[in-house]
């Protein structure tokens, strides 16, 4: 459902979580730039809908690149996001991604492992098929599920969280993601994104016990709607 307020895209929302189709360029977590962080949006939205007088409480769960787009999870409650904490950390998470690729050859599906170490003053992490110093290894493992003119759409499940995992692995092999610059694209984005998106997460309620998949609707514009 659409929010009126700020145009949030709820994708699900209970008393203790929420649920965002997050946008392109929409930031998880405030940086140097100033602008408004996706929280502070929700917390409005949940502040107006309910009427609530004081102050919001909203945990940040996981968090999405800038360009990227897709499923993001808030905890309403200080329980439930210790409780999210940890099936995070314990990886207890299916984490479902799409990625349109530019046209490579690479098989039909297959695992990916690499080395992955990060340069934090590049804010980037950089693909090693062997082991070296300060490497952490990363795995995931995708499916070509369309092929269009020049590109490919990727579905990838993700088997270890590492930073800019998908972007760096993807583009170790060739598989550069559509306007990704700093991963091997020729070009960017008109709205300055990436073509990857946080397709599905599921997991079991922290509260409810129950088993939850929450699904993200691909942006409605650009190429996405080729897939469509």
């Keep these: 459902m659409k929010s009126n307020l700020h145009n949030l895209d709820i994708l699900y929302e209970d008393n203790h979580l929420i649920a965002v189709n997050k946008r392109v360029g929409d ?115 995708y499916t070509i599920r369309k092929r269009l003119e020049r590109y490919q759409l990727l579905e990838i499940d993700l088997l270890t969280g590492r930073h800019h995992q998908i972007r760096a692995q993807l583009n170790a092999i060739g598989a550069h993601i559509k306007g990704d610059l700093k991963y091997g694209a020729k070009r960017s984005n008109p709205d300055g994104g990436i073509c990857l998106h946080a397709r599905k997460l599921c997991f079991t309620h922290p509260v409810k016990k129950e088993p939850i998949c929450i699904e993200a609707p691909v942006p409605p514009t650009g190429i996405w709607q080729q897939i469509s």
Excluded: C
């Design 27 to 141: 930031l998880v977590q405030g940086d140097k730039t100033g602008d408004i962080p996706l929280p502070d949006l929700v917390k409005a939205y949940l502040k107006a809908k309910y009427q609530k007088p004081g102050a919001v409480f909203l945990g940040v769960v996981h968090r999405l690149d800038r360009p990227t787009s897709g499923v993001v999870v808030f905890a309403r409650t200080s329980k439930a996001l210790s409780r999210m904490n940890r099936l995070f950390a314990e990886k207890d998470t299916q984490k479902t991604y799409w990625a349109l690729v530019e046209n490579t050859r690479i098989p039909e599906s297959g695992e990916l492992q690499h080395w992955l170490v990060r340069n934090t003053k590049q804010n980037k992490s950089y693909a090693h098929h062997k082991e070296v110093p300060n490497a952490k290894k990363a795995r995931l493992f």
